[in-house]
């Protein structure tokens, strides 16, 4: 090992928890003294995910040529994964110290113990009290890619125990913070300039059950009444639990943005419940429904997956009809993947490989031609836009996204990153919306 290891480097896999988790990471080394580096530096931390086979592969292989290329540095696991295969990392994989998401917000800490006193090199338990919390005053100076935009975790872990879902085994049961901590932690993130937040949870529709605290549709409420924000987000809803109250309010308050992902998964009521998604086809429409009756232009994305065990032709043609029936903006699409311990793990892993890849190319086709064409809807509408950067194609264009969350161009430059402006949809080429700003 490195005599006095003083630089690191956090690499991240999956999902925007993790993101939000590795800058916890990143505050907690940073206040014991470690150094950012940009390559990889003494300590090395792969944060992990575990969704799906190819996410835990893909992780495996930084590992392994990571342990080959730096053998003097100290190698971490965090995240899911860490949780997943604990000690199988240490043994098989040559990993110095295995931290699950319970304890990964206390890093830096755990770190300086390891130099100090090799003795514990694995922190996996999920006791409520070995959970650091995920909001901390300090992450206000820490910017994110897009240096105006927050991540704000409102809720860790789940326990819906969806079929196919290691999430719950990975992060533990429901844990929603507290709302006065999140609406001041909010706040302070407003008075230091931030002016797009958005709230993370496996299911933010359950916030608060756990605790008895405010439901979710109030906590969306008093967030989105701050003054100074520009656009609110949150993410993820369940269908079981997304309701009128929430409806309301995104109507209510303009700056909630017109986006809503609403995890469809299949449009097969049997495969549904195998998947123990507890709703039914009825029971997504009438919400489709209620959506556009209140919110006349918004955009609806979704999450599937093909190849579940059992799923056959029908199924899977029912989910082709809901996807066209519905018309969602964007979908993001997954051939099932086994997961150890998961309910559907010990159902045969039917489908195979083949017909899962056929399907799931034929999902993608019939979600891109539908997508191109809600696009279109946009054509001399006018919104709200956000610059994020300047145009990959040109220096005197910039891009940014809607308030129904997708990626526009227009005329600018670098002075306009940042801002929001009012544009008028004039175009559309690909994926991509080209607007005029409104005088
Ligand atoms: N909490 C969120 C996100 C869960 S993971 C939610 O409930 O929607 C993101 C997506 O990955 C899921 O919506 C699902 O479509 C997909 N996914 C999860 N487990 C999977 C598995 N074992 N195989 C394939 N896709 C999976
Ligand atoms: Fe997984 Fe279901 Fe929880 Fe989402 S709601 S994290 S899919 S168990
Ligand atoms: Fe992956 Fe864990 Fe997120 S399994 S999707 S990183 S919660």
Request: aromatic letters at 8%; proline letters at 4%.
């Amino acid at each position: 090992m490195i005599k006095n290891p003083e630089t690191f480097t956090i690499i991240t896999f999956g999902c925007q928890m993790n993101k939000s988790d590795s800058e916890l990471m990143e505050v907690s080394l940073t206040q014991e003294g470690f150094v950012k580096s940009n390559n990889y530096g003494d300590i090395i931390i792969f944060n992990t995910c575990s969704v799906r086979k190819h996410a835990e592969d893909r992780a495996l292989a930084y590992i392994i040529e990571a342990r080959n290329t730096y053998r003097q540095s100290i190698i971490i696991v965090a995240g899911c994964m860490a949780q997943r295969l604990g000690q199988e990392l240490r043994s098989n994989y040559g990993v110095d110290l295995v931290v699950g998401p319970y304890h990964s917000p206390a890093i830096g800490s755990i770190i300086k113990n390891y130099i100090q006193n090799q003795s514990i090199r694995q922190y996996t338990s999920q006791d409520a009290s070995d959970f650091v919390s995920r909001i901390h005053p300090s992450l206000v100076a820490h910017k994110d890619e897009l240096p105006w935009h927050k991540w704000v975790t409102i809720s860790h872990g789940c326990q819906n125990y969806c079929a196919y879902c290691i999430v719950p085994y990975v992060r533990g049961k429901l844990l929603s913070f507290p709302s006065q901590q999140i609406i001041d932690y909010c706040t302070l993130l407003i008075d230091n300039g931030i002016t797009e937040i958005t709230l993370l949870g496996q299911n933010v529709n359950q916030y608060g059950q756990d605790s008895g605290d405010i439901p979710f549709y109030s906590l969306l409420e008093k967030v989105a009444s701050l003054p100074g924000l520009y656009k609110l987000n949150f993410l993820t809803s369940h269908p079981k639990d997304f309701n009128s109250e929430i409806l309301h309010v995104i109507k209510d308050n303009p700056v909630i943005a017109r986006s809503i992902h609403l995890p469809l998964q299949s449009g097969s009521d049997t495969i549904l419940q195998a998947m123990n998604r507890q709703y039914t086809m009825k029971h997504y429409y009438s919400l489709i429904e209620a959506i556009h009756a209140l919110l006349p232009m918004v955009s609806i994305t979704t999450d599937l997956i093909v190849g579940f065990p059992g799923e056959t032709q029908r199924d899977f043609e029912d989910t082709l009809a809901a996807v066209r029936t519905i018309q969602f903006d964007e979908a993001f699409t997954y051939k099932y993947s086994p997961r150890e311990g998961t309910k559907a793990y010990t159902l045969p892993d039917s489908v195979p490989d083949t017909v899962k890849q056929e399907r799931l190319d034929l999902l993608i086709h019939t979600v891109r031609d539908i997508s191109r064409k809600r696009l279109m809807n946009h054509i001399h509408t006018t919104t709200d836009m956000i610059v994020e950067r300047i145009s990959k194609k040109s220096d005197n264009e910039v891009m940014g996204k809607t308030i129904y969350n997708q990626p526009v161009i227009i005329k600018g430059g670098k002075e306009d990153i940042g801002k929001k402006y009012t544009v008028t949809i004039v175009s559309v080429k690909g994926s991509t919306l080209y607007g005029e700003r409104s005088a």
